[in-house]
């Protein structure tokens, strides 16, 4: 199993930028395929970006569309942790942001739905005021 604790959320203007971090526990991190969700009020949690290491030290991203070219997601193998570095911030951003994990690198299984993925942090709150 692992356990994932988020941080780095807040409110911040559009136009300006947050840095998330995920800090996962457990010893086989590189196995995981790792992933953004975020869930605004009234809406359904919705997928932001990915991270799957596939052969040797690359690896596999993507990108919601919404977030396409002013997100980006990224890991740290030794210290266990995935950031997404989000600029240009919109007040349409604001929401719970989520990491989340599965046991597979395999990046038809990690995709892009919520159901993919067994392991959830608690969530950090990103405010965007216009």
């Known amino acids: 199993q692992v356990q994932l604790v988020e941080s780095g959320g807040g409110l911040v203007q559009a136009g300006g930028s947050l840095r998330l971090s995920c800090a996962a526990s457990?010893?086989?991190?590189?196995?995981?395929?790792m992933a953004w969700f975020r869930q605004a009020p009234g809406k359904e949690r919705e997928f932001v970006a990915r991270?799957?290491?596939?052969?040797?030290?690359?690896?596999?991203?993507a990108y919601a569309d919404s977030v396409k070219g002013r997100f980006t997601i990224s890991r740290d193998h030794a210290k266990s942790t995935v950031d997404l570095q989000m600029n240009s911030l919109k007040p349409e951003d604001t929401a719970v942001y989520y990491c989340?994990?599965?046991?597979?690198?395999?990046?038809?299984?990690?995709?892009?739905?919520?159901?993919?993925?067994?392991?959830w942090g608690q969530g950090t709150q990103v405010t965007v005021s216009s």
């Open positions: 989340a994990a599965v046991l597979s690198r395999d990046t038809a299984v990690a995709g892009t739905s919520a159901r993919g993925y067994d392991y």
């Open positions: 457990g010893r086989t991190f590189s196995s995981y395929s």
């Open positions: 991270h799957t290491w596939t052969v040797g030290r690359t690896y596999y991203a």
